[in-house]
């Protein structure tokens, strides 16, 4: 089994920065992509940000500029930095992963249980 955990989440002022992180623990033998998603109250989860075992990101519009995904694959884990934050930022934000866990397998989809992201003054 595979666990993700987020954590960074909290209360910020606009224009402010938080960096989320998301920790893979379990039986990991690969990760082959890790992304952000976020849900803000009310509205379905849409996704921020991916970035693939090769480096590749892709970002939401709304996101480009301000926020930058990065994976440490030494310690399994991917980061969210997220600068000049705008109360339309507000959302729970959820950490996905694309895992393989043992060799010979598929890669299987995994979510975190998500991090609260508030962006008010």
């Known amino acids: 089994q595979v666990q993700l955990v987020e954590s960074g989440g909290g209360l910020v002022q606009p224009g402010g920065s938080l960096r989320l992180s998301c920790a893979a623990s379990g039986s990991i033998f690969s990760i082959n992509a890790m992304g952000w998603y976020r849900q803000a109250p009310g509205k379905e989860r849409d996704l921020v940000a991916t970035i693939t075992s090769g480096g590749r990101t892709n970002y939401a519009d709304s996101v480009k500029g301000r926020f930058t995904i990065s994976g440490d694959n030494a310690k399994n884990t991917d980061y969210l930095q997220m600068n000049s934050l705008k109360p339309e930022d507000t959302a729970v934000y959820y950490c996905?992963?694309?895992?393989?866990?043992?060799?010979?397998?598929?890669?299987?989809?995994?979510w975190g249980k998500g991090t609260l992201v508030t962006v008010s003054s």
């Open positions: 996905n992963e694309d895992i393989t866990s043992a060799v010979g397998d598929g890669g299987k989809d995994y």
